[in-house]
């Protein structure tokens, strides 16, 4: 390797590394996305235990089965909306 080879990659790594520090998130930007992420996780979760208890209770006698199941929905929802929106986002 040369000297202009040199130079250039390492002109190059300091240009990289610059932007990457501009370019780092802010600890309110940090805050904003995982509360966003707390969001898409627990609204489906929260929405499908009211939902099952609504259903439940229109049933005869103790039951939990729509409950139950639409947590676990909801779980399987957020844990989608989370991944997704990481992805996007990455």
Do not use: C
Request: cysteine-free; overall charge neutral.
């Amino acid at each position: 390797m040369n000297d202009e080879q040199l130079r250039r990659s390492v002109e190059k790594q300091v240009k990289r590394m610059q932007r990457a520090e501009q370019e780092r998130p802010t600890l309110l930007a940090q805050s904003v996305f995982m509360g966003t992420l707390a969001l898409l996780f627990v609204l489906p979760v929260i929405l499908g235990a009211y939902l099952g208890n609504w259903l439940d209770n229109l049933a005869q006698g103790y039951s939990i089965h729509w409950t139950m199941g639409l947590i676990f929905i909801g779980l399987v929802v957020g844990a989608v909306n989370v991944y997704m929106y990481v992805r996007e986002h990455d």
